[in-house]
């Protein structure tokens, strides 16, 4: 595309219609395809001050040039070529505005999911042809008028030209029409005020006695997600509150009430009144706007149960309570001594456990699974962060030429690279390194005659897992293809029965996707799906590094290795980390992870199995009562003093 407007002025110059007709064909897919999959380069080009407009502009120009330098600059065609481009150019700026005004009334101020809006009446939104990609698809009406001016210079047949200036101007009118339907009364939703007006109207009519409330970047919308099967199981009448737009992209099933509040002004003045319990799983800033409301007790619950500074933050004196898995956290306050006492922390378990298996018993002639989860590089530099960068490769090149051979998997945490390029360059290399070990067992002789008897089994799984896909997307797809927010938000109603078949088919999805593929394979698992808990499932060992996941697998059961990155010694390392008593404590080097395939292999013989079930019961608390009962009973007893506390102000 670059090249091309050089050689359009080459082409003018010359003069050569057909070589400048060539150049500008090329100019102009070359540009539609650069915006069609939304390259780099075309948010680079705006800001030299070379954007869409500019270019299609510089076009038009060196067509004009052309013309001149064909002896055509006093040709009839040429006034009303420049005359025709100067009109179009006019008909944008009214085009741009309805397209502005249209995306901007069709955004509302509270975007729901769950929850019935049909009082407010919304319709469906404008054929997405109409408003995707909308200044893109106005300059490109441009090009009847411009092929047929070309045609005229060609063959000296004016008319070619007139009629292809005529069809743009009368596109460019017509689509500048049709967008101007789309603003007329019943085509738009209620505006701000009337929405409001709805909003809180459904807050009182619903009366939501529980708030789960979240603000945070993309990547961390796995900080709710993890707790929204424990919200639906809670008494009461649960409700998700959200700040940002982009956590609804990828925010998980749910049937309980979704409302994303993206400003803090319509937040603050929505009637909250009646909720008892706040639930907060990350501390960030915009926590404060429901902070604020005296009438509800406010709870820190995290997104996971770790040694990590972040769970000991002293933002969290804010909170009337702050919940912990175990015992283990309550002492890891107390030590840090950042202010929140003793008597408000309360140890509720981790419901989202509950899918963790135990370990399995493995057949003589199964090689065992060793998973590599390690989590990512964080917000400074310190060594201790993540294993990734001084030891990943050394971890996983001595898992795949284990004496005892075992079958390693490894997930990468979702932020891996996103902060340090050292991150990300480790990661790619011990991809690699993954890959090519899959790839060199594949080859081995036993394998290779395992994988030709099980390939027609896998096949099955494969076409199972398409089929299992495809039904998964036609029942998250909400609203029609083209839907935008208002529409989405009007038809995403909570369906019990669309949900239970969800739950149903992610169950189906998982079991596809491990028979999909050898037993015995070296894998890559990147995104959402497979979960972190599948893995921990399908997995009889595990490396990480200092974070919940850690806390979390403690609750399988099963042998584990920790990484010390910061070169802290074993003894320290084990002071300071909790969650590491029971590990087998690992150096950069990783020299020392020869022992716990031989604990996976041979139970009898893991010396650690007893810590391991003393620290499962102080990290995460006792299996009886069952973390969600306990959890349910502290949301209760939070809501009781909630009412107490408000019925002595009324008093």
């Avoid at 929850?115 to 319709?123: E, G, H, K, Q, T």
């Amino acid at each position: 595309m670059l090249l091309s407007y050089p050689l359009l002025v080459t082409a003018a110059l010359l003069p050569h219609a057909v070589f400048f007709a060539a150049v500008c064909a090329v100019s102009y897919l070359a540009d539609s395809q650069l915006h069609r999959l939304g390259s780099p380069l075309v948010g680079q080009l705006s800001k030299v001050r070379a954007g869409l407009s500019l270019r299609f502009l510089v076009r038009q120009l060196t067509l004009v040039l052309l013309l001149s330098r064909m002896e055509l600059a006093d040709d009839p065609l040429t006034f009303t070529a420049i005359a025709a481009f100067i009109l179009f150019y006019g008909l944008q700026a009214p085009q741009s505005a309805l397209t502005t005004v249209l995306r901007r009334r069709r955004r509302l101020p509270v975007i729901t999911r769950n929850i019935d809006l049909s009082a407010l009446r919304i319709a469906d939104a404008p054929p997405a042809p109409l408003t995707r990609r909308a200044a893109e698809k106005m300059l490109h009406l441009d090009l009847p008028a411009v092929a047929g001016v070309l045609a005229s210079a060609q063959t000296g047949r004016t008319a070619y030209g007139f009629a292809g200036m005529a069809v743009t101007l009368a596109l460019a009118v017509l689509y500048t029409a049709v967008l101007t339907g789309c603003l007329r009364k019943g085509k738009l939703p209620p505006d701000t005020d009337a929405v409001l007006e709805w909003w809180d109207g459904w807050l009182r009519a619903y009366r939501p006695t529980t708030v789960l409330y979240f603000s945070g970047s993309a990547q961390s919308t796995y900080q709710v997600n993890m707790w929204l099967r424990t919200l639906e199981q809670l008494d009461g009448r649960p409700l998700v509150i959200l700040r940002e737009r982009h956590t609804l992209t990828d925010l998980g099933a749910t049937s309980v009430p979704v409302a994303c509040v993206p400003s803090a002004v319509h937040l603050m003045n929505s009637d909250l009144s009646m909720v008892r319990v706040a639930l907060y799983p990350a501390n960030v800033g915009k926590n404060i706007h429901l902070l604020r409301v005296p009438t509800m007790k406010h709870v820190f619950i995290g997104h996971g149960d770790s040694d990590k500074i972040a769970s000991v933050n002293p933002y969290s004196k804010v909170y009337d309570e702050v919940w912990t898995a175990g015992k283990a956290g309550r002492d890891r306050y107390a030590l840090a001594g950042v202010g929140v006492r003793d008597e408000d922390i309360v140890e509720v378990g981790r419901p989202q456990l509950a899918p963790i298996r135990p370990p399995r018993q493995l057949p003589p002639d199964t090689i065992p699974t060793v998973l590599y989860a390690p989590t990512w590089e964080g917000w400074t530099d310190e060594p201790g962060n993540t294993s990734l960068i001084l030891a990943g490769e050394n971890i996983v090149r001595r898992l795949i030429t284990s004496e005892r051979p075992v079958r390693v998997l490894y997930k990468p945490h979702p932020f891996t690279g996103t902060r340090s390029p050292e991150a990300a360059a480790a990661h790619a290399r011990i991809t690699a390194l993954v890959e090519e070990a899959a790839r060199q067992r594949a080859a081995e002789p036993e394998w290779a005659r395992r994988a030709a008897r099980e390939e027609a089994a896998q096949a099955a799984a494969r076409a199972e897992l398409a089929r299992v896909d495809a039904r998964l997307a036609c029942l998250s797809a909400t609203s029609g293809q083209g839907a935008d927010e208002a529409q989405t938000a009007r038809d995403a109603l909570a369906d019990p029965a669309r949900e239970a078949e969800i739950t149903a088919l992610r169950a189906e999805w998982n079991t596809h996707y491990w028979r999909s593929f050898g037993w015995w394979e070296h894998r890559v698992i990147t995104g959402s799906w497979p979960a972190l808990y599948d893995c921990f499932n399908e997995s009889d060992g595990m490396v990480s590094d200092i974070s919940s996941v850690v806390s979390d697998f403690i609750a399988s059961g099963k042998p584990y290795a920790v990484t010390d990155s910061a070169g802290l010694g074993v003894v320290e390392f084990k002071r300071q980390n909790t969650a590491v008593r029971a590990a087998v404590v690992l150096s950069n080097d990783a020299a020392e992870l020869g022992v716990l395939p031989g604990a996976i292999a041979d139970p009898s013989a893991d010396p650690l199995a007893t810590a391991r079930a003393e620290l499962k019961s102080y990290l995460l608390g006792p299996d009886e009562p069952p973390s969600i009962e306990r959890f349910n009973t502290a949301v209760r007893a939070l809501g009781a003093k909630a009412e107490v506390r408000n019925l002595e102000r009324v008093g």
